[in-house]
């Protein structure tokens, strides 16, 4: 069965203080590692799509990477705004995954200014 | 373009009740699935339909059922309700439900009392 587990499970930090989110996953086969930011009331907002060790995707502060066995979300000088609980999901690369991510719990980044 | 549109977005229901749940992907999308979302268990998915048909399906007791029109857009109904079907159901939209990413509406926010 797929698994994900995301570290820490609360992060706070100060604004411009650069942190990384952990995700550890175990598939039968990776076929994709999604990372969504959720905020409060909202649904998941997708961010990045990773699907081979040694990739690497950045957009704005954030910068995803991907080894065989886990992901991490690198904050770069965050800004208060960046606050959200951050998700980490797997895809399996079984026949049977259509639609199917499996989610982490999560972390839920604070940034004070 | 327009994300994805699901209503109502809260709903208070009575045990033993049932209830269906309204979700208008991305246009251009044909693939939909649905999460139910808990404090408890994070993100769980529910099933998948591409095309008017189910292609996946999480484990869900029989009381939870979906369908997809011809439009993509797609209803998921819960039965004879009880109290921990109190969540926040999410749906969310993707091209073809396999390696692209899923993207998620605000989700309905369903009580039962």
């Known amino acids: 069965e797929d698994q994900v587990t995301q570290s820490p499970e609360a992060l706070r930090l100060q604004e411009g203080e650069s942190s990384s989110l952990n995700c550890s996953y175990t598939v039968s086969g990776l076929r994709g590692l999604f990372w969504y930011r959720q905020d409060p009331g909202k649904g998941p907002e997708f961010l990045f799509t990773l699907y081979s060790a040694g990739e690497e995707k950045e957009k704005e502060r954030l910068k995803a990477t991907l080894t065989k066995k886990e992901s991490f979300l690198h904050i770069t000088a965050p800004k208060p705004e960046d606050s959200a609980t951050y998700l980490c999901?797997?895809?399996?690369?079984?026949?049977?995954?259509?639609?199917?991510?499996?989610f982490g719990q999560g972390t839920i980044l604070t940034v004070h200014p | 373009k327009a994300g994805v549109t699901q209503t109502p977005r809260y709903l208070i229901k009575t045990r033993g009740q049932q209830v269906t749940l309204s979700c208008s992907p991305i246009?251009?999308?044909?693939?939909v699935s649905w999460y139910q979302q808990t404090p408890g268990q994070g993100l769980q998915f529910l099933f998948e339909y591409f095309s008017e048909t189910q292609r996946n399906k999480g484990n869900f007791p029989g009381r939870f059922s979906g369908r997809q029109f011809s439009n993509s857009r797609s209803e998921m109904n819960v039965s004879t309700l009880e109290l921990g079907d109190s969540a926040l159901y999410l749906c969310a939209s993707s091209l073809e439900g396999g390696v692209s990413p899923l993207h998620f509406g605000n989700g309905t926010r369903l009580t039962v009392t």
């Open positions: 246009s251009g999308h044909r693939s």
């Open positions: 999901a797997v895809l399996d690369a079984g026949g049977t995954s259509y639609g199917k991510l499996t």
